[in-house]
């Protein structure tokens, strides 16, 4: 194994946006896209179209504010693409995942938004569909919109029911994202008058769109960047009773910076393994460069290939994105970490940086598995806890009763044993199952940790 990094190499680690300026990006591009659709919202008023010459009262209250909601929904879709896009910058100001969370709230908004657009444009003129003649094709390019918006929605909300594999549903989702933004700037530019000739409103709808597009190649050629700096697979080895351990180093002289608990997606062109890109954390820690680790739990069809993985084959990685860890909170702080299952990746990229650096903060690790026969790493886990002198560890078991050792879940009361020691100022990190995340936060703050200081990592976008 390579030696840890030393003094002035330490900076090869990845970036961390101080808490102060990352506060401070973050409220001007709030601040920037607030500005951006009260700037579009003054449209309807700013530059009438002459269908609402012969408007008055609700009528014409009606169709203002049905083309406001419009234009926020227009603006919402276009923003869908840098928040689902995996743009590291916004990465280090927002966090990845948080992004993502936006991203499916958003769907909603648009969703109501763009169902109660035409209704508020179409009553004024007392009808509920638009007529089937050609000098409507805008309004129907609208209604095509619109379907295709629908869609989207409800193959994203219910693919899993549907039976849809994510990477099949993954690239429906993306050429409809594009197919909407395409119907979008036809729609804004020939529905409405307001849009006409060379105002102003005509030239932001082109400029967005120019951007957009642009900003659409960057985000599709990602791909065809990684592959200038590709990885090799070096090790591929069974661990636990269903996890694989894959490690790859780099097969040029490059460096790959990060921070323990951060993730990337990876694919591989291998001979096996499909060449899709998965999220996976480096359980590797980046004090020790050169190398690069994964812990890869058998849980569906692709994941259930990695095994087959031959030394030599290349990999390809994007990222490294997330902020879940502890270089991220107060150095001083004390640290909790309770994981389920794989959901120990993050802890121990975080656990082998401490060991490196002989930190000696206390440090309580719960790690919650079915049977111990699921346990990974147990070998370097002992290490660990030697090396780390304030290190605490904790391993409960769901399904079989150990002699000895914890059974059942984690709820209340076996938190409120097991962290009774702990200060309440504690940085707390959980990493697991869903409905495990879910359950251990609401009984960590009904103990009495504060929700600023629970930080959680779902291994699902
Ligand atoms: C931030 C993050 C970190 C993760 N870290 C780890 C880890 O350290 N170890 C580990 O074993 N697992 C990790 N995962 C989970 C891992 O990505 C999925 O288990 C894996 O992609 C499942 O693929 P599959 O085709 O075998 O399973 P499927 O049954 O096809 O998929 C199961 C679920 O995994 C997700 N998924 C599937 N394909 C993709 C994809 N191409 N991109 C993104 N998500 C996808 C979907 O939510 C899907 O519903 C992580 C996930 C995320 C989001």
Known sequence: MSKPLQGNELPLIGTIIPPGLRVLLATAIVALLLLT???????????????????????????????MLGLTAGLLMLLQLPLAGR??????????????????????????????????????????????????????????????????????????????????????????????????????????ESFSEDGLPRLAVVVAAAAFLLFWMWVRSAWLRVRRKPFLVSRVEPTGSDCTCVELTPAAQTFFSYVPGQFVWVSFASATVVPEPHAFTLSSAPSR?????????????????????????????????????????????????????????????????????????????????RSKKNVAFTDEMDALAAKLTGLRMIPTFTRDAESGKRSGRLDRTSLETMLSACSRGSAIFVCGPP???????????????????????????
């Open 87 to 192: 743009l590291k910058f916004l990465d280090r100001i927002f966090s990845l995942p948080g992004l993502m969370r936006q991203h499916r709230m958003h769907a909603w908004a648009i969703v109501i938004l763009a169902l109660i657009h035409p209704l508020c444009v179409l009553l004024p003129e007392g009808r509920l569909i638009v007529p089937l003649e050609m000098r409507y094709w805008p309004e129907w390019i609208g209604v095509v919109l619109l379907v295709f918006i629908l869609s989207q929605f409800v193959v994203s909300q219910w693919r899993q029911s549907m039976g849809l594999a994510f990477h099949t549903w993954m690239r429906f989702h993306r050429i409809a994202g594009l197919l909407i933004a395409v119907l979008l700037v036809v729609h804004a530019l020939y529905v409405s």
């Open 289 to 369: 460069p050169g190398m690069l680790q994964f812990t890869i739990r058998a849980c569906g069809d692709w994941t259930h290939t990695v095994g087959g993985l031959s030394i030599g084959d290349r990999a390809f990685i994007q990222g490294p994105f997330g902020r879940f860890g502890h270089l991220h909170t107060d150095p001083d702080r004390e640290l909790i970490m309770i994981a389920g299952g794989i959901g120990i990746t993050p802890m121990l990229s975080m656990l082998r940086f401490m060991a490196d650096y002989g930190d000696p903060r206390p440090v309580t690790l719960i790690w919650s598995n």
């Open 435 to 461: 409905q495990m995340m879910k359950q251990v936060s609401t009984d960590l703050k009904t103990i009495g940790f504060p929700a600023r200081s629970i930080f959680t990592e779902a291994f699902g976008l």
């Open 37 to 67: 659709l009260a700037g579009a919202l003054t449209i309807p008023f700013a530059f009438e179209s002459p269908s609402m010459w012969y408007k008055f009262g609700i009528e014409k209250t009606s169709l203002r504010a049905g083309k």
